[in-house]
């Protein structure tokens, strides 16, 4: 036997022993899952024979939805946005038809809301109840079920909080927060539990929370009221293991299993986001009853899931599935191994000058004091300092605004065709306005330009894709095609991004950035 195939059947027993009895819990927002049955409390696009909305569709979503949950083959899963009890039903139906089938299943049943909570189990569910948030109209429940698995109960509170459109502040959400805490502060001690759900509430909600939506003085109902953070950072793998500073009811998000690139389960225009949680509390790190087991946590990721562009393929194409990915973790009766991993979540505190000596991120970085020196749709250029490396911000700009200064919390980084670029951050604060001046970069020569510079009033002929100036001829991009002047054109740049795609280019964003000169 070859040295290959010792080491294949090595790691193939490994996996046996390590996951040997093991469990798995999925939570999947399946994107409005409706009948064809009118209720009157549908949303407009699914009232049947109106937009299209019939039988034949409610098939084909139930078809998707049952591949979808073969494939992510979980024991329990917790599903939010599925109408009501019958479509739940017919869903089962359809799971058992083609071998997937869950002995156990429950749905919340409420006559005010279009769109309810449901579980599937493959362990008996010996208990259910409904946790209401207020008595407003339409206000969904937090639904929780106790399941019995071989001599152990375990609790799992499914989550579909408020959504921060329509009218969604954060004080929405911090209610059903509250509700929550009140049901877990109730239990007895040990009580071994899974929180898990769409919560509506993203990853860096703890650091900045949008305008729009915070009423609340920048408090969150995850990070605040839950107990995810813990002075301002959040909750760690040693931390909820019982270290000194735990008080017995912090909760650890397994998100911070992954690396920061990883972390999302839900993308809303580009923007990758981890709207799903699944938050766990210290009864399921003790090395008694149902325990985690370490590095599990993962996302459901087949390749049908997705466009040829890499965008989730929701149901709002027709052809897709849901505008979220599951989300699942595996448990068992073994005791909590820690992790052979570090885990830390700590930020660190790095110059731009740095990034540029880092392929990617091992843990978060934070920038002080950025100047936001060009500002384009989903893109943006930030210094330091005049003198300092600048670096392109791809699709992580909300908050920011040109000529504003910030600390800057990033999670990811990378290299576009050799363009050095952000891809994941948030403002941390805002430290006030600065003229921009001193922060262009000057057009003596091209050998001195540096990507992701700035550089202003540049005059030249455009031919061949190129600018031709005194100081030499440059590649020159515009993003927008349609922009593109005609061949041999005497253009005046006012502003242009120092980029790079395999060799230096300059970058025109907006037609206001330049015009053509007689």
């Keep these: 036997m070859t040295l290959f195939f010792v080491r294949i059947l090595f790691f193939w027993c490994v996996a046996i022993v390590l996951y040997a009895d093991a469990f798995k819990v999925a939570s999947y927002n399946v994107e409005n899952l409706f009948d064809e049955v009118y209720d009157g409390t549908e949303y407009p696009e699914f009232i049947p ?5 019939s039988r034949q569709k409610v098939d084909k979503k139930l078809q998707h939805v049952t591949e979808v949950l073969c494939d992510l083959d979980a024991d329990i899963v917790a599903l939010q946005e599925i109408e009501n009890s019958r479509i739940f039903e017919r869903l089962r139906r359809k799971l058992e038809r083609v071998g997937c089938g869950y002995r156990y299943g429950v749905a919340t049943n409420r006559r005010d809301t279009p769109i309810e909570l449901a579980f599937l189990s493959r362990f008996p569910i010996v208990k259910s109840r409904q946790l209401r948030v207020g008595y407003a109209a339409g206000v969904r429940p937090i639904f929780e079920i106790t399941v019995k698995i071989g001599s152990h109960s375990l609790l799992l509170f499914n989550n579909h909080w408020k959504s921060k459109s329509r009218d969604g502040k954060e004080s929405r959400r911090i209610a059903y927060a509250k509700r929550l805490k009140r049901r877990l502060d109730a239990l007895p001690p040990q009580t071994e539990y899974i929180v898990l759900g769409d919560f509506n509430t993203a990853l860096d909600a ?19 009221i839950l107990k995810t953070t813990i002075n301002d950072r959040p909750v760690d793998e040693a931390t909820i293991r019982g270290s000194k500073v735990h008080d017995g009811s912090l909760l650890y998000d397994l998100w911070y299993e992954l690396s920061a690139k990883m972390r999302w389960s839900h993308a809303f225009y580009g923007k990758k986001e981890a709207l799903d949680h699944i938050l766990l509390p210290s009864s399921m790190f003790d090395g008694k009853g149902i325990d985690y087991r370490n590095d599990s946590f993962g996302v459901f990721k087949r390749p049908y899931l997705f466009t040829r562009k890499g965008a989730i393929k929701s149901w709002r194409q027709e052809e897709g599935y849901s505008d979220h990915l599951p989300i699942y973790a595996y448990f068992d009766t073994r005791p909590y191994r820690p992790s052979m991993m570090e885990k830390r979540v700590d930020p660190e505190y790095l110059s731009i000058d ?5 392929k990617r991120l091992q843990r978060p970085v934070i920038l002080k004091d950025v100047v936001v020196i060009l500002k384009r749709g989903r893109y943006a250029i930030v210094k330091q300092s005049p003198e300092g490396r600048g670096i392109f911000l791809y699709r992580c700009v909300d908050g920011l605004e040109e000529g504003g200064r910030y600390d800057l919390f990033v999670e990811a ?33 091209i050998e001195k330009l540096r990507q992701n510079e700035v550089i202003r009033n540049v005059v030249g002929i455009y031919r061949n894709g190129k600018l031709f100036t005194k100081k030499g001829a440059i590649p020159l991009y515009f993003k927008n095609r349609a922009l593109k002047p005609p061949e041999g054109s005497r253009l005046k740049l006012y502003y242009a991004h120092v980029g790079y795609y395999k060799r230096l280019q300059l970058v025109v964003y907006n037609r206001k950035d330049f015009t053509i000169l007689e």
């Design 49 to 53: 024979t109106k937009h299209g909305w």
């Design 206 to 224: 703890y650091l900045y929370l949008p305008k729009r939506i915070d009423d609340t003085s920048g408090r969150t109902g995850l990070y605040d």
């Design 354 to 358: 740095a990034l540029y000596n880092k």
């Design 413 to 445: 980084i990378g290299d576009y065709k050799g363009l050095k670029e952000i891809t994941d951050a948030v403002p941390l604060r805002r430290l006030g306005n600065i003229s921009l001046s001193p922060y262009y970069a000057l057009f003596e020569s």
